[in-house]
């Protein structure tokens, strides 16, 4: 059984750090692409961040460049992808899901990913 399970959600306040992490387990994952994405009560699922099958590779929206880190560790098992999330600002506020794509590559659409986790709320006061 598939399962991508997120955590490390939680309510901060703006300017402040927060680190999610996602197991996935199921099957062979380390060869997967990875990747996070959010949405906001009312809005689309948008991309935040991506990564490649040996995280040699990452790609980030515009709006959390610089300010948060995709990484994953394929040694241990499940494989774990995190998210460093640094100056966390209101308009970060959302559900957060890490996904896995079987192309390997960093994607940024949702549509070339085949799993999602269930989801991790963060909320930021500002």
């Known amino acids: 059984q598939v399962q991508l399970v997120e955590s490390g959600g939680g309510l901060v306040q703006a300017g402040d750090s927060l680190r999610l992490s996602c197991t996935a387990s199921?099957?062979?994952?380390?060869?997967?692409?990875m990747g996070w994405f959010r949405q906001a009560p009312g809005k689309e699922r948008e991309f935040v961040a991506s990564?490649?099958?040996?995280?040699?590779?990452?790609?980030?929206s515009d709006s959390v460049k610089g300010r948060f880190t995709i990484s994953r560790d394929n040694a241990g098992s499940p494989v774990t992808l995190y998210l460093q999330m640094n100056s966390l600002k209101y308009e970060d506020t959302g559900v957060y899901y890490c996904a896995a794509s079987p192309y390997g590559r960093r994607l940024t659409i949702p549509s070339g990913y085949a799993d999602w986790g269930q989801g991790t709320q963060v909320t930021v006061s500002s």
């Open positions: 199921g099957r062979t994952f380390s060869g997967y692409g």
């Open positions: 990564i490649n099958w040996s995280g040699s590779s990452t790609t980030y």
